[in-house]
T-cell receptor, first 117, second 109 residues
Framework: GAVVSQHPSWVICKSGTSVKIECRSL??????MFWYRQFPKQSLMLMAT?????????EQGVEKDKFLINHASLTLSTLTVTSAHPEDSSFYIC?????????????FGNGTRLTVT | GQNIDQPTEMTATEGAIVQINCTYQ??????LFWYQQHAGEAPTFLSY??LDGLEEKGRFSSFLSRSKGYSYLLLKELQMKDSASYLC??????????WGAGTKLIIKP
């Protein structure tokens, strides 16, 4: 089955620093990847859609200059949280569809738990 | 608006059967997904329904009624490892998944 790998699994950083999270599709090519954030006991919130070779599409309320997305190849998308603050502490999860159809199921990476001190 | 209604929490006994209901309202509809999410982990795909009826996959089955905006996930022969949150996620006309907070299922021995 489709495998999405996300790294790191967890990271602790100091306020004001930047953190990069990588998301790779291991056995399929993904022209589109999706970045989600999830706070405890809350639903998944789509942050942005990452498009290979073009700019990401951000959801309303998500600062594109703070959450930098790069999708340089068909198997790799990165999310950089710039100038992180404690309120950015959350569970970040990437995902990709394993098929060309718009209704193909999303497969998720293992997630990255970010703690900003 | 778009919304999903699922029970917040359910409890069941090991070896039993449990049905998790979901009602939804979306702008257009392109199918409905069920995901399982263990605490502290990312969701994993369970099932997809786009036509009315029951889809069976091992111990798990999912049902859809488009006219009623209703779906359920049926789990049989419950095991302790089934303790998790179950997310009902319909897909709207733009092929965007709509996520609710899910149903936390607690399995007791």
């Amino acid at each position: 089955g489709a495998v999405v790998s996300q790294h790191p699994s967890w990271v602790i950083c100091k306020s004001g620093t930047s953190v990069k999270i990588e998301c790779r599709s291991l056995d399929f090519q993904a022209t589109t990847m999706f970045w989600y954030r999830q706070f405890p006991k809350q639903s998944l919130m789509l942050m942005a859609t990452s498009n290979e070779g073009s700019k990401a599409t951000y959801e309303q309320g998500v600062e594109k200059d703070k959450f930098l997305i790069n999708h340089a190849s068909l198997t790799l998308s990165t999310l950089t949280v710039t100038s992180a603050h404690p309120e950015d502490s959350s569970f970040y999860i990437c995902s990709a569809k394993d098929g060309a159809a718009d209704n193909s199921p999303l497969h998720f990476g293992n997630g990255t738990r970010l703690t900003v001190t | 608006g778009q919304n999903i209604d699922q029970p917040t929490e359910m409890t069941a006994t090991e070896g039993a059967i449990v049905q998790i209901n979901c009602t939804y309202q979306t702008s257009g509809f392109n199918g409905l997904f069920w995901y399982q999410q263990h605490a502290g982990e990312a969701p994993t795909f369970l099932s997809y329904n786009v036509l009315d009826g029951l889809e069976e996959k091992g111990r798990f089955s999912s049902f859809l009624s488009r006219s009623k905006g209703y779906s359920y996930l049926l789990l049989k022969e419950l095991q302790m490892k089934d303790s998790a949150s179950y997310l009902c996620a319909p897909m709207d006309s733009n092929y965007q998944l709509i996520w609710g907070a899910g149903t936390k299922l607690i399995i007791k021995p």
